[in-house]
């Protein structure tokens, strides 16, 4: 209730008007308060309320956005993995109709007709397929991995190209790790080759510029940057190398430090290491007692005065901004390859391509179905075939060796026999018996025969041979039993100008250079050298060509075998399938897995945002019981205000006249 204090005796009129409107407007403002707060149910409705809730308000309102947006992403997340688990489900029931279809053709009860029309019917499924990897949600494609903006699978030159690229996109699902929410149709159908890995470790060298980060350290554990200790010729120096974010950082660095001791020392690149040349004495590197960096730059050691050594090689990746003249295995400037696939033929001059990150541009500007990556041990280039159900082949051109040297070549002395002719191998007989004696008998183990130019014969044996040149050594060994000088006389030789196995007979006879079958074996026409030659040469075809081992590839062998009437062909393309039917459950079980932990999420994403609700609701809402019984008193005190100002302030006819 409002009265005048009793200390006031005697005051003006005004101001004990003015006193009691101020207690009446506090009352009236407590009660708007109140009433907004009991319309809204909220108990902080501005910050000079309650700062301190406020606060506390404002972080759980920012909690609790960031919680509906997770919420939001991880719905989104789910229905994609469900939609992609159902693809999947689609994917195997047509390997399975096709892998049917497949073993109904096989053996007896089956005619040309009949299986130039299920042709047909394969050929339906693999557009299917094609419709089914292209599927997409709100404009993500499912099966493109990280490339999710355009379809992953399309037609180049009567082939299907797939251009997606990653494992797959991932996004904020506001988890410890990230889950993809899309898949590779690499990893579900086996999209691209996988063969042809580079044969060579380009071994790249060190360069000013090559950042630590792409260095993996005497260690292979990388190289963490932290200060080190350098004994210049007994002073001891403290070198902070924390800041240095390339190899020239860490050399400039060092070699300013070490010339402040010692003039004429220097520290350099060379190769893939770096070297140490001391001039007034000993120089010593180790490591504090925090860092491992020297251990890492392979310098721990003494290095002596008068010699410039080298530490341990800091095997240093390949990156796109590597340089060809960092190559030590790769001649410059390169020369000219051949590049075939789906039919098309490309000769690449490369002679001025000058880093690794050219190259691959000027491959895949090729528009001929090609990548080129970089491997994951950062030290090989892959060049892989893009087209499904076909065939890629990268050869020599004029007899150089940049393919070779790049270690690309498709056919090259490394070449296992077991990827030849579409991973089918290369025949071989073996373990033959003397039908009359019952002994071994050499002569019926033998393969192929070589018949020369002046009528010379021999059999050769490739029944130990793992790779292409076990049989170039095979043969040339067989030659040399012969009683013929190799190579002067008769050579097996890798073809200098493409792909292949070529055989020279300088025997100087008038016939025909020939190769010709023995035991039944299918050796020679597996090797691609069965028939005759061009007079005294006789050039190989290329049976090493690399194509993708994937669904789509299996498909289409399986439909050509189909209209060409081959058996074999059928037989071995349905059995190919055995191979796409566990990746395709592979990739669904990963799928499976991604939407389980997704679920879990989700679960508790909702749990902590009832939390985060439940503390908000606590510090901001009104508590209803405890205002109305504040509202009721505030009723009565306005009430008690008004009745004691109007007996207090009665003026008199004398007030007026004052």
């Known amino acids: 209730m409002s009265t005048i204090p009793n200390s006031i005796a005697r005051v003006p009129n005004l101001l004990s008007s003015r006193m009691m409107l101020g207690n009446l407007t506090r009352t009236n403002m407590s009660l708007l308060d109140l009433q907004s707060q009991l319309a809204t149910g909220v108990r902080v409705l501005r910050p000079s309320i309650d700062p301190v809730a406020s606060a506390t308000i404002g972080s759980l309102d920012f ?9 939001r992403n991880l719905q989104q997340a789910d229905s994609m993995l469900a939609t992609i688990d159902q693809s999947l489900g689609d994917i195997n029931d047509l390997i399975l109709e096709a892998k049917g279809i497949g073993l109904s053709q096989i053996g007896v009860g089956s005619d040309s007709e009949t299986r130039a029309n299920q042709a047909q019917v394969i050929d339906s499924i693999l557009q299917s397929l094609v419709d089914i990897t292209n599927r997409e949600q709100s404009g993500i494609h499912f099966f493109g991995g990280e490339a999710i903006s355009q379809g992953p699978m399309s037609e180049m030159y009567g082939f299907y190209q797939y251009t997606g690229f990653g494992d797959s996109m991932q996004t904020d699902l506001g988890m410890s790790s990230g889950i993809g929410i899309t898949v590779s149709a690499e990893d579900a159908l086996g999209a691209m080759s996988s063969r042809m890995r580079g044969l060579q470790d380009l071994d790249p060298n060190l360069n000013a510029d090559t950042l630590l980060e792409d260095v993996g350290g005497a260690r292979s554990l990388g190289i963490e940057t932290s200060s080190i200790i350098v004994d210049v010729n007994g002073t001891e120096l403290t070198v902070d190398l ?30 893939g290491s770096i070297a140490i040349t001391p001039n007034l ?94 491997d994951d041990d950062g030290q090989r280039l892959n060049f892989r075939n893009e087209l ?68 010379t014969a021999f059999g050769v044996d490739i029944s130990g041979a793992i790779t292409v040149n076990d049989v170039l050594a095979t043969i040339n060994d067989a030659a040399t039993a012969a009683g013929l000088t190799v190579p002067t006389g008769f050579d097996a030789r890798l073809n200098p100008d493409g792909n292949g196995i070529i055989l020279v007979d300088n025997s100087g006879g008038a016939g025909e250079l020939s190769v010709s079958r023995l035991n039944n074996s299918t050796a020679a026409q597996d090797l691609g050298i069965l028939g005759t030659g061009d007079g005294a040469i006789l050039a190989g075809t290329d049976q090493a060509q690399v194509a993708s081992d994937g669904l789509l590839s299996h498909l289409i062998q399986l439909r050509d075998a189909l209209l060409a009437n081959d058996e074999s062909g059928i037989a071995f393309a349905t059995e190919q399938l ?81």
Request: aromatic share 4%; net charge negative; no cysteine.
């Open 63 to 71: 909690a609790l956005e960031r919680r509906s947006q997770h919420l």
């Open 242 to 271: 924390s800041d240095a974010n390339t190899v020239g950082d860490v050399v400039n660095t060092l070699q300013l430090a070490i010339k402040s001791v010692d003039v004429f020392a220097s520290v350099s690149i060379q190769g």
């Open 281 to 374: 004495g000993p120089i010593t590197f180790s490591d504090t007692d925090t860092g491992n960096m020297v251990a890492d730059l392979g310098i721990d050691s003494t290095f002596i005065p008068g010699l410039t050594r080298s530490g341990l090689d800091l095997d240093p990746k390949l990156t796109e901004q590597t340089a060809i003249t960092d190559l030590p295995g790769v001649s410059f400037p390169m020369g000219t390859i051949r590049i075939q696939n789906a039919g098309q033929i490309r000769e690449v001059d490369l002679s001025d391509v000058t880093t690794i990150g050219e190259l691959q541009n000027r491959i895949e500007s090729l528009d001929i179905g090609v990548r080129v990556e970089l």
């Open 388 to 455: 499904s159900g076909a065939s890629m082949s990268i050869s020599e051109v004029g007899g150089g060796q940049t393919a070779t040297e790049l270690g690309v070549r498709t056919f090259s002395g490394l070449t296992e026999l077991a990827d030849f002719n579409g991973g089918r191998g290369v025949g071989s007989v073996s373990g033959g018996f003397d039908p009359v004696t019952g002994l071994p008998d050499p002569q019926l183990d033998m393969d192929f025969e070589i018949t020369l130019t002046d009528g």
């Open 578 to 658: 055995d191979d796409d039917t566990l990746r395709a459950a592979e990739a669904r079980a990963e799928v499976g897995v991604r939407s389980r932990r997704i679920m879990d999420s989700l679960a508790r994403e909702e749990d902590r945002s009832v939390q985060d609700q439940a503390l908000r609701s606590n510090v901001r809402d009104l508590d209803f019981a405890e205002a109305a019984t504040k509202f009721a008193l505030l009723e009565q005190q306005l009430q008690a205000s008004m009745a004691t100002i109007s007996r207090t302030q009665q003026l008199s006819l004398l007030d007026f006249l004052r």
